[in-house]
Structure formats: structure tokens, C-alpha cells
């Protein structure tokens, strides 16, 4: 029971923080108690001591204090992606696809799924609990898969987000992307930002992106539906797009 209240006391100390496995190691092989790690784990997880958000992450609070798991997520969930893209891929990675556009729109809610795009890898991972990363690569006809990550990499901005610096699909991209293949459960949500974002930043659209993947052939279909858009909102946007899609595509 002295064992018991030490541990207890030593992990509190990093109350209201993330702890991973490791350092939980630490604490009981300092205090001689390894071979009944695991054990303690379990019984400390059961006290709510503990708050398992991931395989082998914690959340350490006081057991009388109820806190929402979903609470807790979203609190550590940026700088957790953060770490994460970091120790995976430095600087060669971005988010995109409509995560982007609605960072944009200054709409930083946590995702249920995030797409990190890398010259990499392709694969699921799970971040937190039911947040999911999907890392995916992106070729161009004609070009390696790292000749394609440049070339995508050009039309990316760093962004603050919470103290955090992340690499993001720039504006003009985060549109093309939402537009490229949207999933059936989200189309009516995608083509509603898309509209949105019409009326209020078609001045602020450059036109130049959209002609910088056109001409890889790139986001043809995206950039048509682009302009079918636009030609019910503001059909004068929608003609200067026409021009780019006639010189790059076709209509």
C-alpha cells in the first residue's frame, strides 16, 4: 500500500499532462516496481488515475475530477499531430484535402480523419482514439514520386495554429483537392464551402495555381467543376476560369 501511494504520488505530478509508456517505466523502475508494471497500469487505469487515449498514452488526473475523453483530445490533438508529422517526415509533408480548405475558412476543429500528403508512405494510422491520419503520396504523369511531392510542395504555406507551425495545401490547392473526387457523405458539405468560399474570396483566388496543375494535368475535372460552380454564383470568376480550362483543358 506504501508502494502504491508513492507511485501515486510521483505520477501526479504530471497531472493534467500526456504521459507515454516509457515514462511510466521510469517512475516504477525507480521505485523497484517493474515486475508488476503492467499490473499497476491496470489498477491505476481502473482508480481514473489514468486515461488511456492511444496505445500506450496516457492522461494523468485526480480520480474525483470527471473529465470528457473527447475534452481531453482535443486539447492535446495538435500538438500530438505536430510530434507526429515531425518524427515521420520533418518538413516533407502537408495537410489537404478539406481539412485544408476549412483551416482556411478559420475553422480549426480536430478531425476525425486528417490527410497528410509525403513522399513516403501510404498508410492508416491511428493518432488518438478515433482520429485517424491517412498518409497518402501523389504522383504525376511523367514524373517520380519525388519530383511530384516538389512540385505539389510549391503551393503550400506554413500556418500557425495553436503555436503550432503546420504545412498546409495553400488556398487555391485545398479547393481543387475538395473538389477532386469528393466522398458521397460529404459532397453536399464540400460543394457548400466551395460556394462559400465563391462569394466571398473570388478576388482573392490565383488564377496561376489553377493553371499550374492544369498544365501537369492535374485537377482538369476539379477546375470544370470549379467553373460549373461559379457560373450560378458569380459567372464573372466562373469566364476568367473558362479561359485557363480552354488554353489547359477543355469544356
Not at 464551402?193 to 498544365?215: A, C, D, G, S, T
Request: aromatic content about 18%; glycine content about 0%; overall charge positive.
Amino acid at each position: 500500500m506504501k508502494q502504491t501511494n508513492i507511485i501515486v504520488k510521483k505520477i501526479l505530478k504530471n497531472k493534467w499532462k500526456i504521459i507515454n509508456i516509457e515514462q511510466l517505466k521510469k517512475i516504477f523502475q525507480d521505485l523497484e516496481a517493474e515486475k508488476s508494471f503492467y499490473k499497476k497500469v491496470f489498477h491505476l487505469k481502473n482508480k481514473w488515475y489514468l486515461v488511456s487515449i492511444k496505445k500506450d498514452l496516457f492522461y494523468v488526473k485526480e480520480p474525483h475530477i470527471e473529465i470528457d475523453e473527447e475534452e481531453i483530445i482535443d486539447q492535446f490533438y495538435r500538438k500530438i499531430l505536430h510530434k507526429y508529422v515531425k518524427e515521420n517526415f520533418l518538413n516533407k509533408y502537408f495537410i489537404w484535402w478539406v481539412k485544408a480548405l476549412e483551416i482556411w475558412n478559420n475553422n480549426f476543429s480536430t478531425p476525425d480523419k486528417i490527410t497528410i500528403v509525403n513522399p513516403y508512405k501510404r498508410a492508416t494510422e491511428t493518432l488518438l482514439k478515433w482520429k485517424k491520419i491517412f498518409n497518402t503520396t501523389y504522383t504525376i504523369k511523367w514524373f517520380d514520386l519525388d519530383k511530384s511531392f516538389r512540385y505539389f510542395k510549391k503551393q503550400t504555406e506554413k500556418l500557425d495554429i495553436e503555436w503550432k507551425k503546420f504545412i498546409v495545401a495553400n488556398y487555391e490547392l485545398s479547393l481543387l483537392e475538395s473538389l477532386y473526387s469528393p466522398n458521397f457523405l460529404e459532397q453536399k458539405y464540400i460543394e457548400e464551402l466551395i460556394k462559400k468560399n465563391i462569394r466571398k474570396n473570388h478576388k482573392r483566388m490565383n488564377l496561376e495555381v489553377f493553371e499550374y496543375f492544369l498544365k501537369v494535368w492535374k485537377y482538369g475535372s476539379a477546375c470544370k467543376r470549379l467553373y460549373e460552380i461559379s457560373l450560378q454564383i458569380r459567372p464573372d470568376f466562373a469566364e476568367k476560369l473558362k479561359k485557363i480550362l480552354l488554353k489547359w483543358y477543355r469544356l
